[in-house]
């Protein structure tokens, strides 16, 4: 699987906007980029996901660079509620039955 | 819609005795599922998948089995649990489509002392 590059941590304060960076510079053509989270002493949640546009929904967007090595997680105002882990994935056509988590970044909200 | 049910939520268990984890998943058929495991401090570690009935592939040797006896159910078992098998356990399921997401259970927190 391709491997992802995420900071280990983030800290952000309640209402403005948060910038979650993932660097996936050995990304193949079919590769699509996933995001969850995990909220502590809970299951990862899925956030988001694209392939080459970017990509909005309820509870985040996501902007993908144009030569797609580089994805970037926007929360649009972060609330206490998102402190959590995020997970940047790569989902590969050669692995469909499986996610391979990394690290993580631990994003910190400050009221 | 889909849900996905696992328990107990929390298990201690003595070192030496069986382990049986149960996930069911509901509203949707022929899923593919998924035992993760998270050691404390730790990121998710894949155990097992499967993509139908009977079929199991393990993904790291361990003192741990898995089988699906049915369509939509997933069971983690162990004859003699380890100190080293303490963690959160995650059952999760998806569609074989990379396009898709997997979708979690609320995990079992288990103890082994």
Redesign the interface.
């Known amino acids: 699987d391709a491997k992802t590059t995420q900071p280990n941590s983030m800290e952000s304060n309640e209402e403005e906007p948060v910038h979650l960076p993932c660097n996936h510079s050995t990304i193949s053509g ?3 980029i ?1 995001w ?1 989270r995990q909220l502590p ?6 956030v988001i ?1 694209g ?1 080459t546009s970017n990509v909005n929904n309820r509870m985040a967007s996501l902007a993908i660079a144009e030569d797609r090595k580089s994805s970037t997680l926007i929360l649009h105002r972060a609330t206490l509620r998102d402190a959590a882990v995020y997970y940047c994935i790569l ?3 050669g692995s ?9 970044t631990l994003l910190t909200v400050n009221p | 819609s889909q849900t996905i049910h696992q328990w107990p939520a929390t298990l201690v268990q003595p070192v030496g005795s069986p382990l049986s984890l149960e996930c069911t998943v509901e509203g949707t058929s022929n899923p593919n599922l998924y035992w993760y495991r998270q050691a404390a401090g730790r990121g998710l570690q894949l155990l097992f998948y499967s993509v139908g009935i009977g079929q199991i592939s393990s993904e790291v040797p361990q003192n741990l089995s898995a089988s699906r006896p049915q369509d939509r159910q997933f069971i983690l078992s162990s004859k003699k649990l380890l100190l080293s098998d303490s963690g959160f356990y995650l059952c999760a399921w998806g569609r074989i489509s990379y396009n898709s997401p997997l979708h979690f259970g609320n995990g079992t927190r288990l103890t082994v002392t």
């Not at chain 1, 002493?41 to 899925?46: A, I, L, N, T, V």
């Not at chain 1, 469909?96 to 993580?104: E, I, M, Q, S, W």
């Open positions: 079919t590769d699509y996933h969850y002493s809970q299951g990862p949640e899925y996901h392939l989902r590969s056509g469909n039955y499986k996610l391979t988590f990394g690290k993580g």
